[in-house]
């Protein structure tokens, strides 16, 4: 193997690792200074909402993507918090941001008619 070789070949090695730790340390400094959470709607009998219990910290800013990954439409509510999205479109990612300003659990709920199960599509927010 020629000098040039093993010189490239480091440098590869390098790029890949300082790659790598750049990520993870974007991604921490993000973490610290946001709460990111990713709620994915489902039909019930499909799965209902993942994850049906969602935890977070209270007193910080809470972005939360919602996801529907169906074929029909869905809706969002978290009155507790005064959030709500009225339509979430098929295959579409809508993003709520909210300060859990409360402690306790909080139900959230579809707010647009889903399938005849509709009524059992629920979870909980659970700000600690």
Request: include cysteine.
């Amino acid at each position: 193997m020629k000098k040039s070789e093993k010189i490239a070949i480091v440098i590869v090695i390098f790029a890949t690792i300082g790659t790598v730790i750049g990520v993870f340390s974007i991604e921490k400094l993000r973490r610290d200074k946001l709460y990111t959470a990713e709620l994915i709607a489902r039909a019930p009998e499909n799965g209902n909402w993942y994850p049906q219990q969602l935890k977070v910290p209270f007193g910080k800013e809470i972005t939360l993507y919602i996801r529907n990954i169906e074929t029909v439409s869905h809706g969002f509510a978290l009155p507790a918090f005064r959030v709500a999205v009225k339509e979430l479109k098929a295959g579409t990612v809508n993003v709520v941001k909210f300060t859990a300003d409360k402690k306790g659990t909080f139900p959230f709920m579809c707010t647009v008619w889903c399938s005849e199960h509709h009524m059992d599509m629920r979870g909980e927010l659970v700000v600690e």
